[in-house]
């Protein structure tokens, strides 16, 4: 059984930055991806970026450029540094790790509870 816990999320106004942690707990599991979905008011859960246990990323074109995914593998932990942030960053930010569960022998998601971030001034 794996578990997130995410922290970093608050209030920016237009132009400022944020740092976001999600760190995961747990035995039996290993991580095959992690990554980071928002979903904003009235719109679709997206994708925001995500990297490969190998360090592999991928972003949305909306935030190419301004935000960063990184990750630590000795701490389970996935960061999502985001800077130049803009109203249309405003939405509620999930991390997710993707990951092999040695007890079942399944792959499987886990998701964290959200974390909102809002940019206003």
């Known amino acids: 059984q794996v578990q997130l816990v995410e922290s970093g999320g608050g209030l920016v106004q237009p132009g400022g930055s944020l740092r976001l942690s999600c760190a995961a707990s747990?035995?039996?599991?290993?991580?095959?991806?992690m990554g980071w979905y928002r979903q904003g008011p009235g719109k679709q859960r997206e994708l925001v970026a995500d990297i490969t246990i190998g360090g592999t990323t991928d972003y949305a074109d909306s935030v190419k450029g301004r935000f960063t995914i990184s990750r630590d593998n000795t701490k389970n932990t996935v960061y999502l540094q985001m800077n130049s942030l803009k109203p249309e960053d405003t939405a509620v930010y999930y991390c997710?790790?993707?990951?092999?569960?040695?007890?079942?022998?399944?792959?499987?998601?886990?998701w964290g509870q959200g974390t909102l971030v809002t940019v206003s001034s």
């Open positions: 747990g035995s039996g599991f290993s991580i095959n991806a």
């Open positions: 997710y790790f993707d990951y092999y569960n040695h007890y079942g022998g399944t792959i499987v998601d886990a």
